[in-house]
């Protein structure tokens, strides 16, 4: 099957199997290995892209669905001047980053909050990550980091 899709700001062309998931194009055949296969099933957030403005699990994605819509993953997030983005930023600044395997899908959701968002509280902060888990940080570090974004947004 034959999608078109713009992914990072390129237009993308691909013959893809029905059956083929999101994930999977990004990493395999597009090479954007930041995005991650966790869990494999929805629950863990590591996969996490902005899909048409939304934070979507790409491993429950079907590639099919990508026809006609915009994607982001880690890889086209950068800041003004070409270098970090003030999340990216922000979650260094703050120790947000630890073993890193969880930083792409939550700077992700981060981004697609932010997008919407200039100012959430804690609450909407919380919530907006709550699909994502991280085994390291315990969290403090990372919603400090979002924020920290948030302010220089």
């Known amino acids: ?76 997030i950068k800041g003004p001047d070409g270098g970090l983005d003030p999340i990216q930023k922000a979650f260094l600044d703050e120790g947000a980053v630890q073993c890193g395997f969880c930083t792409p899908g939550m700077i992700m959701s981060t981004k697609a909050l932010l997008d919407k968002n200039h100012k959430p509280s804690e609450e909407e902060i919380e919530e907006a990550l709550s699909g994502n888990i991280c085994r390291c940080t315990g969290y ?3 919603v400090k980091a979002v924020k920290k974004a948030a302010e220089n947004e």
């Open 1 to 76: 099957m034959l999608i078109n899709f713009i992914c990072n700001g390129e237009r993308k062309q691909l013959d893809v199997e029905p059956d083929m998931r999101a994930l999977d194009v990004l990493r395999d055949v597009l090479g954007l290995t930041g995005t991650k296969e966790g869990c494999g099933r929805g629950e863990c957030g590591a996969c996490t892209i902005i899909f048409n403005g939304k934070a979507v699990n790409s491993c429950l994605l079907y590639a099919p669905k990508l026809d006609g819509s915009e994607v982001s993953t880690i890889e086209g």
């Open 140 to 142: 403090n570090k990372i």
